[in-house]
T-cell receptor, first 115, second 112 residues
């Protein structure tokens, strides 16, 4: 159990465009979703936390208008990087948490490259 | 959540046991010790966790000192596929307020 998918696995886009990343929990319900990003040779940094049906809570230094999070259902959450710039190039990882298993799981990640 | 301290990097010969230390001197009574690893360009993978007793599963063993201020993750027979960054984290797992915050981790290299 506890299978998490992310789509796309990698994406290349032009500066100024928006990119949507989907995260699905395939065999469990995610009451809470965490989004992380990871720059090369660095650790994972928590960006935001969202509960199903509620607005996301962003960590300090993360622009909420730039990184739009939607957690409309218990099996799907999306992260939209709006007006992407090269400095947004990073590895984005979703992490759903379920009360069913009382645990937090991790997606395989999405590599975003902004040209 | 309490902070952890790990060596930046380690290496180990293939087939030997890899012992990864972690200090968590400010751990609280209800915090568990968790270990994750991240292979290059993949999401983190859960390895093992424990409260105060030693734990073993098919991947690894976790040894926690009696005062719970430090622990060691043991990979009994390291293979090249164990090359990854290993993260030691302390947290309360069943709390709705708990979230996993990653430190720098230990970069483990397995040499042939």
């Amino acid at each position: 159990g506890a299978v998490v998918s992310q789509h796309p696995s990698r994406v290349i886009c032009k500066s100024g465009t928006s990119v949507k990343i989907e995260c699905r929990s395939l065999d469990f319900q995610a009451t809470t979703m965490f989004w992380y990003r990871q720059f090369p040779k660095q650790s994972l940094m928590l960006m935001a936390t969202s509960n199903e049906g509620s607005k996301a809570t962003y960590e300090q230094g993360v622009e909420k208008d730039k990184f739009l999070i939607n957690h409309a259902s218990l099996t799907l959450s999306t992260l939209t990087v709006t007006s992407a710039h090269p400095e947004d190039s990073s590895f984005y990882i979703c992490s759903p948490r379920t009360l069913q298993y009382n645990e937090q799981f991790f997606g395989p990640g999405t590599r975003l490259t902004v040209l | 959540d309490a902070k952890t301290t790990q060596p930046t990097s380690m290496d180990c010969a293939e087939g030997r046991a890899a012992n990864l230390p972690c200090n968590h001197s400010t751990i609280s009574g209800n915090e568990y010790v968790y270990w994750y690893r991240q292979i290059h360009s993949q999401g983190p993978q859960y390895i093992i966790h424990g409260l105060k007793n030693n734990e073993t599963n098919e991947m690894a063993s976790l040894i926690i000192t009696e005062d719970r201020k430090s622990s060691t993750l043991i990979l009994p027979h390291a293979t090249l596929r164990d090359t990854a960054v290993y993260y030691c984290i302390v947290r309360v797992p069943y709390s709705s307020a708990s979230k996993i915050i990653f430190g720098s981790g230990t970069r483990l290299s397995i040499r042939p």
